[in-house]
């Protein structure tokens, strides 16, 4: 099946700093990846829509000069928190869609961002 | 307004029982609903996709219904295991190519 990895799967940061964080779709091509935020004992919220080659839709209430989405190429997307803050903490998880279904979205494991 | 509801109590059951997971939705109008598993720390496994136009769809142990009239899909395991103790979340796409989530429901299946 398709597999979609995250990098890092755990990051503590200081509050200020930034954080960059890599979604890959392994063993397909993704023309388009979500990012997905998760507090404990939440669901999964949007956070923005990323498509390869152009610029990412954030859904209400994200800031986008905050949460950096970059879709450079058809396997890769990154999302980077700047000048992180202690409420940033959160399990961050992407998804891509496979063209070949595209109904389906496949998510990588997720990464546990712990601002201090 | 919009909303994805599961039961937020977790669910307890015994093992070899079936587990039944409810999904209720108002205000959308979904082309099709998804099931995904979840274990702690980890990401969303995909399970099942039933369609609008699709009652019922099985996998192996899993079942799923989809009413569009009482805008409700259930997930049924049968002979469930302690394995499948996780949790479950339905997902709808209203027509945008996003999926909304519901919370999710606990399930715990002891020996």
């Known amino acids: 099946g398709a597999v979609v990895s995250q990098h890092p799967s755990r990051v503590i940061c200081k509050s200020g700093t930034s954080v960059k964080i890599e979604c ?9 990846m979500f990012w997905y935020r998760q507090f404990p004992k939440q669901s999964l919220m949007l956070m923005a829509t990323s498509n390869e080659g152009s610029k990412a839709t954030y859904e209400q209430g994200v800031e986008k000069d905050k949460f ?33 279904t595209p109904d389906t979205q496949y998510f990588g494991p997720g990464t546990r961002l712990t601002v201090l | ?14 093992e070899g029982k079936t587990a039944t997971l409810t999904c209720n939705y108002t205000n959308y109008s979904p082309a099709y609903l998804q ?8 990401g969303p496994v995909f399970l099942l996709l039933i369609r609008e136009n699709e009652k019922e769809k099985r996998k ?16 049924h395991i ?7 103790s996780a949790t479950y979340l339905c997902a709808l796409d209203p027509r945008g190519g996003k999926l909304i989530f519901g919370q999710g429901t606990e399930l715990s299946v002891k020996p």
Request: charged share 20%.
């Open chain 2, 1 to 14: 307004s919009q909303k994805i509801e599961q039961n937020s109590e977790a669910l307890n059951i015994q």
């Open chain 2, 35 to 42: 099931w995904y598993r979840q274990d702690p720390g980890r």
């Open chain 2, 60 to 75: 192996e142990r899993l079942k799923v219904t989809f009413d569009t009239t009482l805008k409700q899909s259930l997930f």
């Open chain 1, 24 to 32: 890959r779709s392994l063993d397909f091509q993704a023309t388009t």
């Open chain 2, 78 to 84: 049968t002979a469930s295991q302690p394995a499948d």
């Open chain 1, 68 to 100: 950096l989405i970059n879709h450079a190429s058809l396997t890769l997307s990154t999302l980077t928190v700047t000048s992180a803050h202690p409420e940033d903490s959160s399990f961050y998880i992407c998804s891509a869609r496979d063209g070949a």
